[in-house]
């Protein structure tokens, strides 16, 4: 039990037999840092999307304001940090 080697995380498992070769794709980590970008900008633009729809909120119902501002004010700031 002890030569049995065991996986604690999710990611970056190799299968039984399968050794690194060493050899790296650029390409393929090209386009995976890629497509990680525009996640980036998808999550950003979500955000902003759901900041002017609470403000939006906040004005349709004036009773319930507040918490549409301060919700607001989280994901305009998201938005923000997210653009960077």
Do not use: R, W
Not at 1 to 12: C, D, I, N, S, Y
Not at 21 to 33: A, C, N, P, T
Not at 51 to 69: C, D, Y
Request: no cysteine.
């Amino acid at each position: 039990m002890a030569e049995e080697k065991k996986h604690h995380h999710l990611f970056h498992h190799k299968k039984d037999g399968e050794e690194s070769s060493g050899v790296v794709d650029y390409d393929k980590e090209k386009k995976h840092h890629k497509h990680l970008e525009q996640l980036g900008g998808l999550g950003a633009i979500a955000a902003g999307a759901y900041a002017l729809h609470e403000k939006h909120q906040a004005k349709k119902e004036p009773e319930n304001a507040h918490g549409h501002k301060h919700h607001e004010k989280k994901d305009a700031k998201k938005h923000a940090a997210d653009q960077y």
